[in-house]
């Protein structure tokens, strides 16, 4: 449409702004004014009931095949968050539908990611079992790209890390009297570990820093940010403190504009932390966290499993193509105990899905890195993506779930399909 606007000569005919022009409101800064509630309300219901159906519900279970009241509960909640995420009002700023492009080179990934797995799966004589995996990571990633697709990016993100401070942080209180009682803080309702409780904190704490990083900092974001690093800081994990140490420097050079305050307060804060970890025994009681500094160079017993997968005879096809998304767990010799878990998505990955399929993992990594990288430095509206996608794919060194129905690969995916989501730099209009 045209507006006529009259000049002493005649009418003059203005044409209204190309849509070419106009800035994608898709691609507002994370710090920008809030979005509306009614905006935001509905992806994070959907994203907080997903994280929920994904989070472990029971200590020491592995699923391996079956159904009872826990496993048909959590599905349950999977459906929802799906039937939510795919009616309803979009989330746009204006309340129209935004039709955010999702692009298709994450879905391609995960699909022969899960192929891979399948077949190693049905090789290895564990049709059902991981069948039925297979099935619920498909539920989780459509879930995701519904959100991601009908939703702003900012909406997503924010999303995203509420939901996974709600059900950490509730867990993490509901677990507090066994941290008062000389423990790691680890959840009851749910039941999570200290490591699980960390990934879900370690992500919305990322989210704050960033956030306080280029936006006035209130009470509230401050308040916010000492109880997040108090529960952090309680749950004693290693890899996720290294993770969010790493993750908050590149947040900071990510962001897109810093205010001079903060830059100071930066300026100052480094040197500081630096002479202080220096000088005391802080870090070692964090990385050591009791034990003795050999236990920690080796990792402990994760390398057990690690080594037992590692050495898969080449001539089976367990060794190329995996045994399915059912194995979390191998048998071990030598030991005092028969079966040792998992603990790393890289190892997990060659258990499951094979030479292959880790090779096809670690692929779909480093292009993630890099859409995460050129969206955040590129395109704003995107800053908090690449300092927490380098959280969960340090973490996913030394802990299992970057691909399966779980909290971690929850983050991944959202964070995966948001970025390849964000238009390119020079479509956009600053």
């Known amino acids: 449409m045209s507006s006529p606007v009259r000049t002493a000569s005649g009418p003059v005919v203005v044409p209204a702004a190309s849509p070419r022009t106009t800035p994608w409101r898709g691609a507002t800064a ?47 909640l999977a459906a929802v968050a799906l039937v939510l995420a795919l009616t309803g009002a979009p989330s746009g700023r204006d309340g129209r539908h935004l039709a955010n492009r999702v692009g298709p080179v994450a879905v391609a990934f995960l699909l022969a990611y899960l192929g891979i797995a399948f077949v190693g799966g049905v090789s290895a004589g564990l049709t059902t079992s991981t069948t039925v995996l297979v099935v619920r990571v498909l539920m989780v990633a459509a879930t995701i790209v519904a959100v991601v697709h009908r ?37 009851t309702l749910p039941a999570l570990s200290p490591n699980e409780i960390a990934l879900l904190l370690g992500l919305p ?7 306080l990083l280029v936006q006035e900092a209130t009470v509230g974001s401050l308040a ?33 504009r810093v205010r001079p305050t903060v830059a100071v307060v930066v300026a100052v804060a480094v040197p500081l932390a630096v002479a ?27 390398t057990i499993a690690w080594n037992t997968v590692l050495q898969t005879d080449p001539g089976t096809w ?34 499951q899905a094979g030479v292959v399929g880790a090779g096809l993992l670690a692929i779909w990594v ?23 996608f ?28 948001l970025a390849e989501s964000a238009p390119r730099p020079w479509s956009v209009t600053p």
Not at 237 to 254: D, E, G, M
């Open 318 to 351: 367990a060794r190329w193509i995996g045994s399915g998304l059912t194995v979390k767990q191998v048998p071990v010799a030598g030991q005092y105990w028969a079966e040792q878990v998992l603990d790393s998505s890289w190892i997990s990955a060659l258990a």
């Open 224 to 256: 916010l940010l000492v109880v997040l690093t108090g529960l952090f800081v309680t749950t004693g994990s290693r890899a996720a403190f290294l993770a969010v140490l790493v993750a908050v420097a590149v947040a900071v050079v990510a962001a897109r």
């Open 276 to 302: 202080l970890l220096a000088s005391t025994d802080v870090l070692a009681r964090v990385i050591e966290r009791g034990g003795d500094s050999a236990s920690i160079a080796t990792l402990n017993s994760r």
């Open 205 to 211: 704490l990322i989210g704050v820093v960033h956030r």
């Open 151 to 187: 939703s702003e990016p900012r909406v997503v993100v924010r999303s995203l890390l509420l939901a996974l401070g709600i059900v950490g942080a509730v867990s993490a209180l509901s677990g507090l009297q066994i941290y008062l009682a000389g423990g790691r803080l680890a959840g």
């Open 390 to 417: 380098v959280f969960i794919v340090i973490r996913s060194v030394v802990e299992s779930g970057l691909v399966d129905s779980s909290s971690a690969f929850v983050a991944f995916f959202t964070l995966v399909v």
């Open 366 to 388: 480093v292009v993630g890195l890099a859409t995460a990288g050129r969206a955040s430095l590129g395109v704003v509206g995107f800053g908090a993506v690449l300092p927490a």
């Open 30 to 76: 994370l710090h920008d004014d809030l979005p509306a509630a009614r905006h935001l309300v509905r992806p994070a219901v959907v994203m907080t009931v997903l994280v929920a159906s994904v989070v472990p519900w029971r200590t020491g279970v592995i699923y391996e095949g079956g159904l009872d009241p826990v496993v048909a509960a959590k599905a349950f």
